[in-house]
């Protein structure tokens, strides 16, 4: 998975509760994307960052935050969980090489988050 | 913004025979097309990718053409094996400068029967 772990694997909670996930990375890219995937839909972009501190918002962004204090961690946080957050989640990370802005994308293993 | 329609959502071969998956896209500007292979409880992994300016590209079994007058794009795996059984993701992005935003495809779940 490419030096990219996600933390936690699994998570249940409750609705209304906080909840952060985390992706860290070993490769020191600069962009990092927040996906999450459910069935019919593919992997949907929430959001994304392409450096330290410096974020953007991505096609389902609401409901969700994110954080980048470091290059190599890049955390999502749910603020008050809601049953249609319920779902897979997946960081991806990039670089971009002088020759050719590199577009390759490699994912992490995931986490599945329920909220109740 | 892009819309990346993917088909079919499931396919069935016998080991040995070929798949094809297809998309299309509907934003002229895009210039990345990438594939990517998903097994059970794994992340998505990139398996090929084509650029714009290329009409074709091959890996050993695998291989994906793009026809950018018409939007589409396909996956094309040959000689396939049990172990090609996985959910295949296409992708889309406008690759320039900042970021790569991808949009996918809604997926395809390939099952190779022995």
């Known amino acids: 998975d490419a030096g990219i772990t996600q933390s936690p694997r699994h998570k249940v909670t409750e609705t209304g509760t906080p909840v952060t996930l985390r992706c860290h990375q070993t490769e020191n890219h600069r962009y990092m994307y927040w996906y999450r995937q459910d069935p019919g839909h593919g992997l949907r972009l929430i959001h994304y960052?392409?450096?330290?501190?410096?974020?953007d918002k991505g096609e389902v962004s609401d409901g969700y935050s994110v954080s980048r204090s470091k290059t190599e961690d890049f955390l999502l946080t749910l603020e008050s969980a809601t049953s249609s957050q319920t779902s897979v989640y997946f960081c991806?990370?990039?670089?971009?090489?002088?020759?050719?802005?590199?577009?390759?994308?490699?994912f992490g293993p995931g986490t599945r988050l329920t909220v109740l | 913004g892009e819309n990346v329609e993917q088909h079919p959502s499931t396919l069935s071969v016998q080991e040995g025979d070929s798949a094809v998956i297809k998309c299309t896209y509907s934003d002229s500007a895009s210039n990345y097309f990438p594939w990517y292979k998903q097994e059970l409880g794994k992340g998505p992994q990139l398996i090929i990718d084509i650029r714009s300016n290329v009409g074709e590209k091959k890996d050993q079994r695998i291989a994906v053409t793009l026809n950018k007058t018409a939007k589409h794009f396909s996956l094309h795996i040959t000689e396939t094996q049990p172990e090609d059984s996985a959910v295949y993701f296409c992708?889309?992005?406008?690759?320039?400068?900042?970021?790569?935003?991808?949009?996918f495809g809604q997926g395809t779940t390939l099952q190779v029967k022995p």
């Open positions: 992708a889309a992005s406008m690759c320039s400068g900042n970021t790569g935003k991808l949009i």
């Open positions: 960052s392409y450096g330290v501190k410096d974020t």
């Open positions: 991806a990370i990039s670089e971009e090489s002088l020759a050719a802005a590199l577009c390759e994308q490699f």
